[in-house]
């Protein structure tokens, strides 16, 4: 399910280099005399990891407050508050996007340009400067303090002169050489002929024809776009070329392109609403369904950078991987329908069913229709935590117990024995026979076949149906042996054909954090947690970690969705991508 634009990702950079390489190579003496300037820091970086190859990571965030554009000789850069996004100008397609997860210092883009001349791309970040080639791909950051910079010092623009590289800064300015990124001097005046990066301030005043309910309103000094909803957003950037192509970006409803002889412009949507993911699911059409939940506006920062008119989008996104075509849905569409608050997602034949914080909401396929269930149509309570279909039934977990929903005519009712069980539903899952319940009295199984129920505790021991005991089951995991049940302190496998059960043995320097979501996919247990991302290796009983420093977005990981060679994870910041099954790289 690659996306097929590895191109423009790249194996992680960091901006240190290893003191024993100078110590060793050039003696003592050498590094006593001559410490290590911030050229040298920058032009040869340390890789943070290096058994990635570039394109094993890439994460995708809510990228549609843009701050800054420059055009390239390949792409068009647009610096967001969530990394960059690339517009290929001959393909007319994006490419991967560029944050923290390919070796960016910080994800909150000031201020981007490009040295044309030579395909050097700069940016400014709250944690200083990076930079990198169109062609090499290789990025290097350089800190605040290797710029001489105090740390609230911000750089809002980036320029070009003959052989220097010019900062203008919230204080003042810098110079570095063009070539290498060197330090050089501070807080002079530069010289007038300098090249900056592009201006807020559209350079025309051009009456755009827009579409799907998008309006065009140019001032004096800036330019606002108006929506179908009437928000207004700030055009916050706008660069044209040489062939009257116009990219323009806004505070919040992402990138819009057009031509300036043609007097169009058009929004194009991409990346997450919510960075906050907690639910994946894709549909036969290969759609991918994300939801989550809505996070604060970042109102106050947006103003401290020039920005007024902002509104943070939230929402569920379907992504058409192979076209890359976002499709959002927000509350603001449908009224009294929540679509910011998305625990669980599940694909039915003819609905998309969603647990939300506000009850049950599906969207009708052959309708085009959203609607909603919530207590007064039968649930006992509207805070949705997991969802499954199950024997023509959709099987809806929440605080208050186990309920069903009639998939044809979607009245509720709870099946006998959970009817006088207040109890907590953490995960549903079938494993296309049996259906089994994660519970605060241990796990159930309703066996497919006999239709029978049976009562497991987080230990993996049968225990009576009726029993109030049995521990916390948070999450499941299967393959076609075994299935595999997660409490509160670790993991139990479970035989399906004999009932034995043992404890996985755990590694404590590893095995950290509370468990959320398990897949099964060959010989590997794949583990999501609050601290990280587990892999169990089955055959040998060997665990592996995977954090930010690999390239994960968050440590925190919500859900999890395998497709062969590629994992996707939800996080409290973004949805990653990640190709774990390359066979050339050791960990594998």
């Known amino acids: 399910m690659k996306s097929g634009k590895s191109e423009s990702t790249w194996k992680t950079q960091a901006n240190r280099i290893h003191l024993k390489y100078y110590l060793i190579k050039f003696g003592i003496l050498f590094y006593l005399l001559f410490p290590i300037s911030a050229f040298q820091q920058a032009v040869f970086p340390q890789s943070l990891n290096s ?33 960059i996004i690339q517009y290929d100008m001959i393909r007319r397609e994006w490419a991967d996007p560029i944050n923290k997860s390919n070796g960016l210092s910080s994800d909150f883009i000031y201020s981007i340009a490009v040295d044309r001349p030579n395909g050097m791309v700069w940016l400014s970040t709250p944690s200083g400067l990076s930079r990198f080639d169109e062609y090499n791909r290789v990025i290097y950051n350089i800190s605040m303090s290797q710029l001489n910079l105090f ?19 919230t204080l003042g300015y810098v110079e570095l050489d063009r070539i290498s990124g060197f330090f050089k001097r501070k807080n002079i005046q530069p010289p007038g002929e300098i090249s900056w990066s592009a201006s807020r301030t559209p350079d025309n005043n051009i009456p755009f024809f827009m579409s799907d309910g998008f309006e065009y309103q140019y001032g004096r000094n800036s330019a606002i776009i108006i929506d179908a909803y009437l928000r207004e957003f700030d055009v916050t950037a706008s660069v044209t070329d040489d062939f009257g192509n116009q990219y323009s970006g806004t505070c919040g409803s992402g990138p819009f392109i057009g031509n300036t002889k043609l007097q169009t412009l058009e929004n194009y949507n991409y990346g997450l609403l919510n960075n906050y993911v907690t639910s994946i699911a894709v549909d036969d059409d290969n759609q991918m369904w994300i939801g989550g939940i809505k996070t604060f506006l970042q109102q106050n920062t947006y103003s401290s950078i020039g920005f007024n008119r902002c509104h943070d989008g939230s929402g569920i996104v379907k992504w058409g991987i192979e076209e890359d075509e976002w499709t959002y849905y927000e509350s603001i569409s449908n009224i009294g329908v929540d679509m910011d608050n998305i625990r669980a997602i599940e694909i039915g ?5 969603f647990g939300t914080g506000n009850g049950l909401v599906y969207l009708d396929l052959e309708a085009n229709e959203w609607k909603r269930i919530t ?38 009712s709870t099946p006998g024995v959970f009817n006088d069980l ?16 994660g519970t605060s009295y241990g796990a159930y199984k309703i066996d497919g076949t006999d239709n029978l129920i049976y009562h497991y505790s987080s230990s993996g021991e049968m225990i009576a149906p009726n029993s109030r005991g049995g521990g916390n089951v948070r999450a499941f995991g299967f393959n076609d042996e075994y299935i ?24 404590p320097s590893v095995f950290k954090g509370n468990i959320r979501r398990m897949v099964v996919l060959d010989d590997y247990l794949w583990v999501g947690t609050s601290l990280g991302l587990l892999r169990y290796n089955i055959a040998n009983s060997s665990w592996r970690k995977y954090s930010t420093e690999d390239g994960l977005a968050n440590n925190s990981v919500n859900d999890l969705y ?27």
Do not use: C, H, M
């Open 422 to 437: 207040q109890l907590s539903i953490f995960d549903i899952k079938s494993d296309s026979k049996d259906l089994w319940i």
């Open 562 to 588: 395998i497709d062969n060679d590629y994992i996707w994870i939800g996080t409290d910041n973004g949805l990653t991508q990640f190709y774990w099954n390359d066979p050339n790289r050791s960990d594998n």
């Open 151 to 169: 740390q609230r010092e911000r750089i809002s623009s980036i320029g070009f002169a003959s052989n220097t590289v010019w900062l203008k800064t």
């Open 375 to 412: 207590e007064f149509d039968g649930l006992r309570g509207d805070e949705i935590k997991s969802l499954t279909i199950f024997d023509s039934s959709l099987w809806v977990g929440t605080v208050f117990g186990i309920q069903t929903v009639d998939i044809i005519t979607k009245k509720v």
């Open 349 to 353: 034949e003819s609905n998309i069913w």
């Open 484 to 507: 595999y049940l997660a409490d509160d302190i670790g993991i139990t496998q479970i035989n399906k054909l004999t009932n034995e059960y043992k404890k996985l043995p755990l590694n």
């Open 51 to 83: 058994i990635y190859s570039p394109g094993d990571w890439v994460t995708y965030l809510n990228t549609r407050t843009i701050t800054s554009i420059s055009e390239g000789n390949i792409y068009v850069y647009f610096g967001t508050t969530a990394g």
